[in-house]
């Protein structure tokens, strides 16, 4: 319960950030439609729970809008972000008392009702490994959100660096005893790198995420990465 009351009150805190004379969207609910205008702000969720939670009849995902799949009722948590569109944000969660590994393990990104979105199931932790960098796109057709995917950079950011684990070719982990709270010093917390494409609701360009890949090849990029990878320096730094 701490941890749903201190993800509401940093939510509250983002809605009022963002809430400037710029924002035209007021919709605020993860699971409604909207469209967006570049420069608004944009309401999704995160969900954490079991891989089967997220399936109807084990065989069919659905968004954790759909309440046939009752997420509401089981082990679960959420986190709800209102970042601005068309700008490259780093999304955190402190996971100093929420261990994703206790709420199996899995999340998945979201928004929508009628026009539900979700990303594929990403796994996050178990009682081994902790995964702690994501990269979100967020994909927008006139305004209307499509798509959320995760992407992945196959494990470039951790190479070489005995002290972390390419779990599936994909993804840089962590030994979760490691991390504080779980017997380890390094802080887990989640960072997302969330990014932007397709076209908002005036067919203008959303160019986030062009510009987050164009950003590898300068040192500014570099300067971004090291807020985005922190925890690969403040790992090795014990070792």
Excluded at 72 to 87: C, G, I, M, T, Y
Excluded at 99 to 128: C, E, H, I, K
Aim: glycine content about 6%; hydrophobic content about 35%.
């Amino acid at each position: 319960m701490a941890m749903k009351r201190a993800l509401w009150l940093m939510v509250l805190t983002l809605l009022c950030v963002v809430a400037a004379a710029t924002d035209t969207n007021r919709v605020y609910q993860p699971c409604a439609d909207t469209k967006i205008q570049r420069s608004d702000g944009f309401t999704f969720g995160i969900a954490f729970s079991s891989k089967d939670s997220f399936f109807f009849n084990q065989s069919l995902q659905l968004s954790p809008c759909d309440r046939r799949l009752s997420l509401a009722s089981s082990n679960s948590q959420l986190a709800l972000f209102r970042p601005k569109v068309d700008e490259i944000s780093l999304l955190s969660i402190n996971t100093s008392t929420f261990f994703p590994d206790n709420y199996g393990g899995y999340m998945v990104a979201f928004a929508g009702r009628r026009y539900a979105a979700r990303s594929p199931l990403s796994f996050v932790a178990n009682s081994t490994y902790t995964v702690t960098s994501f990269t979100l796109v967020l994909e927008f057709q006139r305004g209307r959100l499509q798509n959320l995917y995760w992407k992945r950079d196959g494990c470039s950011s951790c190479k070489k660096q005995s002290n972390f684990v390419c779990l599936n070719k994909q993804d840089c982990a962590i030994r979760t005893s490691s991390c504080k709270g779980r017997g380890g010093a390094v802080d887990c917390s989640l960072g997302i790198q969330l990014a932007f494409s397709g076209t908002d609701r005036h067919l203008r360009v959303l160019n986030s995420w062009y510009e987050v890949e164009n950003l590898r090849q300068y040192s500014l990029y570099g300067l971004y990465s090291n807020l985005r990878d922190s925890l690969t320096s403040q790992y090795n730094k014990f070792f």
